[in-house]
């Protein structure tokens, strides 16, 4: 295992895992982006992604999901794997429940497709066409849709970013509640620090290739953006981002 | 009011309105059905007053004439329902093929690779340069008629469909893919209906398509059809019949126009709710 892991508690055993990256390695023409990545993430775990806009992380996640394949080393991932992007990517030509049961069979996808739709507070809209949702509504039905086919491992490629502030504060609780309740392993990719620290079990920043800090997070849930040890976290992760807060929260 | 917000303040207003507006049903109909009416009224009155002889051209009340002697003799029917059956199985045949084939090459790399290059050099070639060699093939029978008919109306299909197929979001398609839809289910579930509208808008064109097809392949080998009618018109130098067959087309045109019309409205639901921001 790289240096850069050994900050975080290794209790898993290989056979208690849902993802795996050993080696990782991607390319784009002479530019590495991905440079021998290791990773494991524990079934459950909730992990957040952190990095500057182009420093691979959504080229880590489409490698996850099967998008695109490493130049070198190996990637696992369990069978049952889904995907939140940062647009909600529905099928304009289906209604919403088709939407969230698409790619399952039959009859039988309609009740569990109905009842995410409620987890997701939409069931009203059901039979609503996509392009009569707002851009929260569409993302919920796109979580819903991700949800429905209870996944082992659950990626979200920035789905708030595209969500105006009051929204995405309710979609990073919706998101928090849903996750604890399914417990899937979630790797949620972002650029916002207080995200990452309000949501995930461990944050990760990805930095020029390699991970640049892989720490947990040992804070009880709901946490709050002010509390002293969330202000620390956010320190030392802006840092390892590169970033130097001229003065924190507490300071004003 | 303070001096300040008196100096401030500007006149407020309401906005332009930008959205689409609605218009009163009627008063569009009305608008619709008024450069058509113009022209027959020009038409009635030029032929009527002598402006224009009716050997060049036959006055409304001549065509209506030989309307109903078409009517009389019944063969408006037999006409109809001959030309309707040709072109609607050779549409059929034509259609379906060249959907499967846009799909395919559309779909996967390998299809493109094996289906597209051909099918854009055969479609380049004018369907009616086929005719000599279909009938040495099918002789002049119904066989030759919905073949030829099958073949024109292909080539607008496999274009629209291979275009409709290719230009459906990938993000949405690769969206799909992940949600583990592959293959045929991908093509039904997801790229199909979002390719509708071009598909139909080829259904619309392929209609009018078999319509010239319908005219060359009943210039031989036909005693009915609405292809033939215009073949006897110029045979007996029949002014009224031509005038005749062009209106006839015409209301095939509109009955078409308003079949694919109702068509859109119930395969494609989803075009008629959200706005353009969503
Ligand atoms: N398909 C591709 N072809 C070429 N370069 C790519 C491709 N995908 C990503 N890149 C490059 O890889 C880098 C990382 O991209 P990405 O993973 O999307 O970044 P992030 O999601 O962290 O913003 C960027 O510099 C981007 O230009
Ligand atoms: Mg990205």
């Known amino acids: ?252 | 009011m303070t001096a300040a917000s008196v100096l401030l303040a500007p006149a407020l207003e309401a906005p332009e309105f930008l959205g689409a507006k609605t218009r009163n049903r009627w008063l569009s109909l009305l608008l619709r059905g008024s450069v058509p009416a113009l022209v027959l009224v020009a038409w009635w009155y030029t032929t009527t007053h002598g402006l224009v002889s009716t050997e060049v051209l036959a006055s409304p009340g001549q065509v209506v004439q030989a309307f109903w002697e078409l009517v009389n003799t019944g063969q408006l029917w037999e006409f109809g329902l001959a030309s309707f059956q040709r072109a609607g199985l050779g549409v059929a045949i034509g259609v379906s093929a060249a959907l499967v084939l846009g799909l395919v090459s559309g779909l996967s790399r390998l299809g493109e690779e094996l289906v597209d290059a051909t099918v854009q050099i055969i479609r380049v070639v004018p369907f009616l340069a086929l005719v000599p060699l279909f009938i040495s093939w099918f002789g002049v029978d119904e066989a030759f008629k919905v073949a030829l008919i099958a073949v024109s109306s292909a080539s607008p299909m496999y274009a629209y469909t291979y275009l409709g197929v290719r230009s459906v979001d990938r993000k949405v398609v690769e969206a799909a893919r992940g949600f583990g839809l592959r293959g045929w289910r991908l093509a039904v579930g997801v790229v199909v209906p979002s390719a509708l509208p071009n598909i139909l808008m080829a259904l619309r064109i392929c209609l009018g398509i078999s319509l010239v097809g319908l005219i060359a392949a009943e210039q031989v080998g036909a005693t009915a059809g609405i292809g033939y009618l215009v073949t006897l018109a110029q045979q007996y130098y029949r002014n009224d019949y031509m005038v005749l067959c062009i209106v006839i087309y015409a209301l095939i045109g509109i009955g078409v126009d308003l079949v694919i019309r109702l068509v859109e409205r119930t395969a494609m639901p989803w075009l008629r709710h959200g706005t353009a921001t969503a």
């Open chain 1, 1 to 252: 295992m790289s240096a850069t892991t050994v900050d975080i508690d290794r209790a898993t055993t290989p056979t208690d895992v849902v993802v795996r990256l050993c080696g990782v390695t991607k390319s784009f023409g002479d530019k590495r982006v991905l440079d021998g990545i290791d990773l494991d993430i524990a079934p459950g775990e909730f992990v957040a992604l952190l990095g500057p806009s182009g420093t691979g992380k959504t080229t880590l996640l489409r490698l996850l999901s099967g998008l695109q394949r490493p130049d070198a080393g190996t990637v696992l991932v369990p069978p049952v794997r889904t995907v939140v992007y940062q647009e909600p990517r529905l099928v304009q030509a289906r209604r919403v429940l088709a939407n969230v049961t698409i790619g399952q069979r039959g009859k039988p996808a309609r009740e569990p497709g109905l009842a995410a739709l409620t987890e997701v507070g939409l069931a009203d809209k059901a039979r609503e066409w996509p392009a009569t949702l707002s851009g929260g509504e569409a993302q919920r039905v796109a979580l819903a849709r991700a949800l429905v086919r209870q996944p082992q491992l659950l990626l979200l490629d920035e789905p708030f970013a595209a969500l105006d502030a009051l929204t995405r504060l309710q979609m990073q609780e919706l998101v928090a509640d849903l996750c604890a309740r399914h417990r899937p392993a979630v790797l949620l990719v972002t650029h916002d620090v207080d995200e990452a620290l309000l949501l995930a079990d461990r944050v990760i920043v990805l930095r020029a290739g390699g991970f640049a800090l892989d720490r947990r997070i040992d804070l009880p849930h709901p946490r709050d953006r002010d509390d002293p040890a969330v202000v620390a976290h956010r320190r030392d992760h802006l840092s390892a981002l590169g970033v130097t807060p001229r003065h924190s929260p507490q300071e004003h």
